[in-house]
């Protein structure tokens, strides 16, 4: 039997390769995707599930990333209204809170200016006669709330909710399939994966390495070696408790460090995240610490008298992720939140790797990762366009 051949083959099944697969195909190419596991089994199920502009990204200049993540949430509202909603955030200041409410309304505006002023980026606060519809916050030392909106979606049924619009669209999916190794050619890749007993073949113009955390280990896989940018992991933590709160997303800070972190309904419960805990380990190994749980379990307990008796017995779910960041000294709290892309050579790639990046920004990364590697395609008639094609909900 022949070599099945691709223009674009991606390892991992996760938002990053899901939407490669899709924009690919949506551009007329053949492309098949090829996942280890199961869509969405990595990081892309244990994110915060937020599609969002990034408020606080604001505080460490990130203008830009902000800019288009507002717009990629429009475009989500637009195309994906059965799986992203907008929500009401609720950010509390007490007297001892250490962003004032000038400086969230000041960032807030900048959020509304760089959306647009889009009806969507509205703020104000919550007058104090309404201050018991939050799901019985603490209001001790409460000075004011502060409400805007941004969207939640279901991480992982997003993902599958792209790679069904791009198999819609003819492109084909390997799994579950672990990718195994590549041999670089003069215009071209052959690329080996491992499908149940069987060992395939296929060859591409380009190999996508959407492997998130794992990346590095399928770059080493590719031969002749191509260089990939240093990157740190760093952990993040969510845990579910069963009280529930119903109000909107509340974005409070951790008494312990003044960290942002978001209490969320989710599926009548309530979702706490996250943590940020450097990580050296295996990808396939992290899982959440007792120290991050209690983290945790401390500011739900400090913010919510339901949660005052809240211990670790209580916790019926627990979820870690990876984070992908460029390898710096900074805090991980501070590091860029930006796509990083690099390929094997200039002209023509072969090989282009995603690094990082945000769930919410998928889409525009993917557009990212066309333009990059398009020298290297045939030109196909172009069979759709990525922000008009409809997300439904997967069953
Ligand atoms: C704690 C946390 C909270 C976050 N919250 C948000 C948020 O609220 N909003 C937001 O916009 N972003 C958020 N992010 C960022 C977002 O989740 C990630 O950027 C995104 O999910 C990364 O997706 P990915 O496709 O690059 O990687 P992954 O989802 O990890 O996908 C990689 C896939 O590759 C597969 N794979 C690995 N090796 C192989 C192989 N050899 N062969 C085949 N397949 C392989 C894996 O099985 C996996 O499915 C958060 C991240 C973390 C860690």
Known sequence: MGMKHYDVVVVGGGIHGAGVLQAAA??????????????????????????????????????SLVRESLRERAIHLKIAAEL????????????????????LKLGLFLYALLGGFD?????????????SSLDGIETRGLQAVVRYHD????????????????????????????????????????VTYVQGAETVECSARVLVNAAGPWAPSVAAAIRPAVSIPDVDLVQGTHIVLPFAVSAGIYYVESPMDGRAVFVM????????????????????????????????????RH????????????????????????????????RSRETIFSTDREAKPRVLGIFGGKLTGWRAA?????????????????????DQLILRRPP
Do not use: C
């Open 84 to 103: 992203v909603a907008l929500k009401p955030f609720f950010i509390p200041v007490y007297r001892d809170t250490r962003r004032r409410p000038w400086q």
């Open 119 to 131: 009806a969507s980026t509205r703020f104000g606060t919550v007058a104090r006669r309404d201050w």
């Open 151 to 190: 969207a939640q979606t279901d991480d992982a049924l997003l993902t599958r909710a792209v790679v069904e619009s791009a198999l819609s669209l003819d492109a084909d999916l390997a799994m579950p399939a672990g990718f195994t190794g590549a041999k670089l050619g003069e215009d071209g890749v052959t």
């Open 265 to 300: 309904p989710w599926h009548g419960a309530t979702l706490i995240g996250t943590t940020e805990t450097p990580y050296s380990g295996a990808p396939d190994r992290v899982h959440p610490l007792p120290e991050e749980e209690e983290y945790l379990l401390a500011v739900g």
């Open 26 to 63: 949506a551009a007329g190419h053949s492309a098949l995707l090829i996942e280890q596991r199961a869509l969405a089994s990595g990081t892309s199920s244990r994110s915060s599930k937020l599609i969002h502009g990034g408020l606080r990204y604001l505080e460490s200049g990130q203008f």
């Open 366 to 386: 993917a557009a990212q990762v066309l333009d990059r590697i398009s020298s290297s395609l045939p030109a196909r008639p172009r069979r759709a366009a990525t």
């Open 303 to 334: 913010y919510f008298p339901a949660f005052r008796h809240a211990t670790r017995q209580h916790i019926t779910q627990r979820f870690a992720g990876l984070r992908v960041l460029p390898a710096a000294n900074a805090a991980a709290f501070d």
